[in-house]
């Protein structure tokens, strides 16, 4: 059971035992960037006209940074407006804003905007820079992110090991870019089941961060979340709580109580709870996870899904029926209205919807939605 985020930040969610969830969240240290000195076209351009869209891009960064993704998708479309009628489509001011535009897309699970935005952001970078820039190393990361919580490993292998040998090329290979790319990478092979590899990518991460940033940057918290995923996967559960705890302490000190890092985070440590029998626990966390991801994602975003699935099975758990069944109903709605019938994530909402309809005494309902759910996961391997 997990918490799942658009990465960031993701991305960092610990996909666990019991109900599959999205991929990690995106490191808001580098997913949406403000004006960078690289980013400015020369020429008629009005310095009035610079700063009106340096302005609302930086509004976009700066809202992203705080959690605020609604309002800030909306900056940075008029950023992304702003850019190219004074600069130009084709402008690194464009590349800019269109970055931001579709990380934070990503982040409010609209998969199908996101892609065709970060890869035209890629295709200016790439042309106007060459594909050894940072900027370039910037738009492949966020690529990444948008094609693991797609399940395009592939793909996302591809551009993360790119922007890994940018990132080495530029600053060096012991850099904190190096890290927070390093958590991607580790992320594809939890998503492939190689948790030995991810496990060791984790911990080089964390050693990198640790040295440059100290043992309280925000970034520092991302990777220990992200480890305590992997362990409770290899289920090393007590290996994972205080990792987990250590996070989130961090998270709150830095980002205050309301922040997405903190819903993904809650959710994590419910997970832990739910397997060592703490219901109680679990339920009190997943309800604030809920509560912040309803208000900054919206009501039918795939990460409420996650929450719902999560605490609709501790109900189920906890015996009380009626409770899962709504809640596990609404989670199954949402995933197939936002990701399809098709996609993974629904096994973890489907199987233990089965299970109630089992217990009560629904049988042939049991055995239809068991049915989907192994067909989804043939097709899946």
Not at 62 to 76: D, H, I, N, P, S
Not at 187 to 209: K, N, P
Request: proline share 5%; glycine share 8%.
């Amino acid at each position: 059971m997990g918490h799942g985020c658009g990465m960031l930040l993701l991305g960092v969610c610990a996909v666990g035992a019991l109900v599959a969830c999205p991929a990690d969240p995106p490191e808001t240290g580098v997913a949406v960037s403000k004006q960078a000195p690289e980013a400015v076209d020369a020429g008629s351009v009005t310095l009035v006209t610079m700063f009106q869209w340096k302005e609302v891009n930086d509004q976009a960064a700066e809202l992203y940074k705080q959690g605020e993704y609604a309002q800030a998708v909306v900056m940075a479309a008029r950023a992304v407006q702003l850019a190219e009628r004074a600069f130009g489509p084709y402008a690194l001011q464009a590349a800019t804003s269109l970055n931001n535009l579709g990380t934070i897309q990503n982040n409010l699970g609209r998969y199908a905007e996101a892609e065709p935005v970060l890869r035209r952001a890629l295709a200016i970078r790439e042309k106007r820079l060459g594909k050894a820039h940072p900027l370039v190393g910037i738009c492949l990361h966020n690529l990444a992110l948008l094609y693991e919580d797609l399940e395009r490993n592939e793909e996302a292998l591809e551009c993360i090991l790119r922007s890994i040998a940018i990132a080495e090329q530029v600053s060096g290979p012991e850099h904190p870019d190096v890290a927070l790319r390093l958590n991607v990478l580790a992320s594809i092979h939890r998503s492939h089941r190689r948790l030995a590899e991810a496990e060791q990518v984790y911990l080089r991460a964390l050693a990198i961060q640790e040295k440059a940033l100290g043992p309280e940057h925000r970034d520092v918290a991302t990777t220990l979340h992200n480890l305590a995923g992997c362990y409770n996967e290899l289920g090393h559960f007590a290996k994972a709580e205080p990792l987990y705890l250590r996070a989130l302490k961090v998270w709150e000190k830095e980002l205050g109580p309301d922040h997405p890092n903190l819903a993904s985070s809650y959710g994590a440590i419910a997970d832990v709870f739910v397997l060592r029998g703490r219901l109680d626990q679990a339920e009190v966390l997943l309800k604030r996870a809920l509560a912040i991801d309803r208000r900054v994602a919206g009501p039918d975003h795939p990460l409420v899904a996650s929450d719902l699935s999560s605490l609709g099975f501790v109900f189920l758990l906890q015996g009380r029926l009626e409770d899962a069944e709504l809640y596990l109903k609404l989670a199954l709605a949402i995933r197939e209205k936002t990701l399809g019938p098709d996609h993974p994530d629904l096994v973890g909402t489907l199987k233990p919807l089965a299970l109630l309809f089992r217990k009560t005494g629904r049988e042939a309902k049991a055995k239809s939605l068991e049915a989907r759910a192994e067909s989804i996961q043939g097709v899946e391997r």
